[in-house]
């Protein structure tokens, strides 16, 4: 059984960092890409950043490029999302999501297995 468990949100000040985990278990980690999503009430969940397996491949929201930085510790069947420079707008819960594919993907449809999700609150 597939158990995605995300970890690190939390309330921070605009400008302020946070780095969210994804522990994962009950698949071989290092053989797919993965991904983090975020939702806000009232919207659908939208895509922030994917990973190849390796992480050698990276894809990113055109509203977070340049301040989040995906990774992956295949060694510790871990993925991260460095946050940087948030703004109350990544105000959301977010998601990690695994596919069933190596290549990293931006679409919902695309992904497997989904976390619980995580709360992020940026105060102004």
């Known amino acids: 059984q597939v158990q995605l468990v995300e970890s690190g949100g939390g309330l921070v000040q605009a400008g302020g960092s946070l780095r969210l985990s994804c522990a994962t278990s009950?698949?071989?980690?290092?053989?797919?890409?993965m991904g983090w999503f975020r939702q806000t009430p009232g919207k659908e969940r939208e895509f922030v950043a994917s990973?190849?397996?390796?992480?050698?491949?990276?894809a990113y929201a055109d509203s977070v490029k340049g301040r989040f930085t995906i990774s992956r510790d295949n060694a510790k069947n871990t993925l991260y999302l460095q946050m940087d420079s948030l703004k109350p707008e990544d105000t959301a819960v977010y998601y990690c999501?695994?596919?069933?594919?190596?290549?990293?993907?931006?679409?919902?449809?695309?992904?497997?297995?989904w976390g619980q999700g995580t709360q992020v609150t940026v105060s102004s």
């Open positions: 999501a695994q596919r069933l594919s190596g290549s990293y993907a931006s679409q919902m449809y695309q992904y497997s297995y």
């Open positions: 990973i190849s397996w390796s992480g050698a491949g990276t």
């Open positions: 009950g698949r071989t980690f290092s053989s797919y890409a």
